[in-house]
């Protein structure tokens, strides 16, 4: 038996001697260390020995397996130390070469119009106001001078949460909460840009979120000169100083006049092209000189006070300056579409 235990100490340590990786020594371990072993099964015959050889045997058989562990040990931390070496020198880095360069992120083209948009206006006096997105019945209609049985309810297609709660189908009732806050007792000038919301079919074209800037002017002897005064100043600014404006009659339930601003085409210049359909013009926003039943309801005193109001979309605004196509393209994150338009 001893001989046995020496003869597998000789074969486990050349066996470990030749082993390259890490698996091979756990499988040399488990092979003659193991519950079923080799040196277990050569134990299980000690039964046999007389009582003066068990001591013997066992004393051998301890010096084989410790031998044999502490060679499987060194053997281990051998081949560690070679493996994180090999990893090392594959992952190293040369700190002599050049870094790459960090691209920085820009607004996206849709910020970079609404912001445009609030600087023209800020320089001309008007302040930026904000309101919720989830808006009462009464803001969002009835204070507009649409009750409940309107028709031109219809046209909007809202996304109702409750009977009295929906998402906003318009900036609108920005103004009326202005109206509501200023109690009727003083002029002001502001706009309200934010998101809005119509259950509307998602196209080229149109899309059931986007965005609206409104404008608000609340004075005495306001007219509609001023409108058209500070529509045309916008124009010029967003589209050219070459750009011409015209205004149509139209019919908002909020504004009495109501009109639609068209601006001349920047493609043919007016001539007829197939971008305007061969008019020489292409609409871009709705106006009007506020309701006095609007007044009425936000406070003021509409035998005193007039006022003018207008709706834009930042969508189409972007559209017609940078000739998009299709509306989806701000939105659907496409980085190669969102790089054109960066400004570094």
């Not at 309107?150 to 318009?170: G, K, V």
């Not at 840009?193 to 409104?214: C, L, M, N, W």
């Not at 007039?306 to 979309?313: N, W």
Request: aromatic content about 8%; hydrophobic content about 35%; proline content about 5%.
């Amino acid at each position: 038996m001893k001989e046995q235990l020496e003869k597998l100490q000789q074969d486990a340590l050349a066996q470990i001697n030749a082993a390259e990786e890490l698996k091979e020594l756990q499988d040399i371990r488990v092979a003659y260390l193991g519950k079923k072993g080799s040196i277990t099964g050569v134990l299980k015959g000690m039964g046999k020995l007389s009582p003066e050889e068990r001591p013997v045997i066992g004393e051998v058989a301890n010096k084989v397996r410790n031998t044999i562990t502490d060679a499987i040990e060194e053997k281990s931390q051998k081949l560690e130390e070679i493996a994180l070496n090999k990893q090392l020198e594959a992952e190293a880095i040369d700190v002599t070469l050049p870094g790459r360069k960090v691209q920085a992120g820009g607004p996206h083209l849709l910020t970079s119009i609404v912001e445009e948009i609030e600087d023209l206006f800020i320089g001309m006096g008007y302040e930026v106001k904000e309101g919720p997105e989830v808006e009462t019945d009464y803001f969002n209609f009835e204070a507009l001078n649409l009750p409940k049985d309107h028709p031109a309810r219809d046209m909007q297609d809202s996304f109702y949460i409750t009977n009295e709660l929906l998402l906003r189908t318009h900036t609108s009732p920005v103004q009326a909460r202005t109206m509501k806050e200023y109690k009727g007792e003083k002029p002001f000038k502001m706009i309200c840009p934010g998101k809005v919301y119509r259950r509307d079919s998602d196209d080229a074209t149109h899309s059931h979120q986007f965005t609206q800037i409104e404008g608000l002017f609340i004075d005495k002897k306001v007219r509609m000169s001023d409108l058209k005064g500070t529509l045309n100043a916008f124009a010029k600014k967003m589209f050219g100083e070459d750009r011409n404006i015209r205004m149509r009659p139209s019919f908002f339930p909020f504004t009495e006049p109501s009109v639609e601003m068209d601006i001349s085409c920047k493609v043919c210049n007016g001539e007829g092209c197939s971008v305007c359909k061969h008019t020489g013009w292409i609409e871009i926003l709705g106006g009007g000189m506020v309701h006095p039943k609007v007044l009425e309801m936000g406070g003021y005193d509409p035998k005193v006070y007039s006022g003018f109001a207008f709706g834009m979309g930042p969508e189409r605004i972007a559209m017609l300056k940078y000739g998009v196509s299709d509306i989806r393209s701000f939105y659907t994150n496409d980085i190669r579409f969102l790089k054109q338009y960066h400004q570094a």
